[in-house]
């Protein structure tokens, strides 16, 4: 059973418009390795479109939700979906022109659908929530969708189906999925194949590293050489679409919101 049809009715986006840049710092060299270079630049050169996937992987505290939204700002029709009982970075959000809905269907541009889990019988309900709005804006299409915890909402919430039919089709109904992953062993591979940017944090995890390795245009030596070498926070960009691999940073400080 579908639930209610959107009160916000995106258009057919070809791309949304993007956050312009304030100032443009000189790239850092490394010694060896890739340069870092700095994210409102890597942000520019990502050429992140609508209907584009991009898959986000990295241990806990690298700063995977701080990307993300950074990420979401970027788009016209933004959907965040949160699921743990409490998060600081996604709090931040609050006041800064976002806004926390409980179910479908969005009633502002910039919204964030965070059900309430205060106890661990509200899972069901939670499940329904996110399952009726990924539903829901697979039939609006035009949303950029950001899955902030993506094992927890395909393992525990069993949103399988809905995921994946965006993954496959969401190219052609402009919809976007931006999802966070900290074990990308547990994943289905269609998180690497349907994503045209796929981003790593420094990961020492072997599985997850030679699980990494193997993606697209790069050797495996290559993938493992350059996430293994990132300090805190660094993160490495691939793209599949140019073949691009870009190191950068971001930085949270008056750019989240
Ligand atoms: N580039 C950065 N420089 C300094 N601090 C950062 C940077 N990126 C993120 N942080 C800080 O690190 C902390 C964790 O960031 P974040 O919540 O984005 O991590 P995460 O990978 O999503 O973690 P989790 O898996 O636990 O959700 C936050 O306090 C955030 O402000
Ligand atoms: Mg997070």
Not at 67 to 91: H, N, S, V, W
């Amino acid at each position: 059973m579908l639930g209610t049809l959107s009160m916000i009715q995106p258009p057919n986006i070809v791309q949304a418009p993007s956050v312009p840049p304030t100032s443009l710092p000189i790239e850092v060299p490394a010694p060896g390795g890739l340069d870092l270079t700095p994210w409102e630049i890597a942000r520019i050169e990502m050429d992140w479109r609508q209907g584009e996937h991009v898959t986000i992987i990295g241990p806990t505290g690298q700063g995977k939700t701080t990307l993300a939204l950074d990420l979401m700002t970027q788009r016209g029709y933004p959907l965040i979906i949160a699921t743990k009982p409490r998060d600081r970075t996604l709090e931040t959000m609050r006041g800064g022109g976002w806004h926390i809905i409980r179910e479908w269907p969005p009633t502002r541009s910039r919204s964030i659908l965070w059900p309430k889990l205060t106890r661990p019988s509200d899972k069901a309900k939670q499940a329904d929530v996110i399952r009726n709005a990924l539903e829901n804006a697979f039939i609006t299409g035009g949303y950029a969708i950001l899955i902030d915890e993506l094992s927890y909402v395909l393992d525990e919430l069993r949103c399988q189906n809905e995921v994946k039919q965006i993954w496959q089709q969401g190219r052609a109904l402009n919809l976007s999925l931006v999802s966070c992953i900290l074990r990308p062993s547990h994943i289905p591979l269609l998180a690497y194949d349907q994503a045209t940017h796929i981003i790593m944090f420094r990961d020492n995890d072997e599985t997850n590293l030679r699980r990494m390795g193997g993606l697209g245009h790069w050797s495996r030596a290559e993938i493992i050489e350059h996430v293994s070498g990132l300090k805190r926070h660094e993160f490495l960009m691939l793209n599949t679409r140019t073949g691009q691999m870009t190191r950068s940073k971001t930085e949270p400080k008056g750019q989240v919101i």
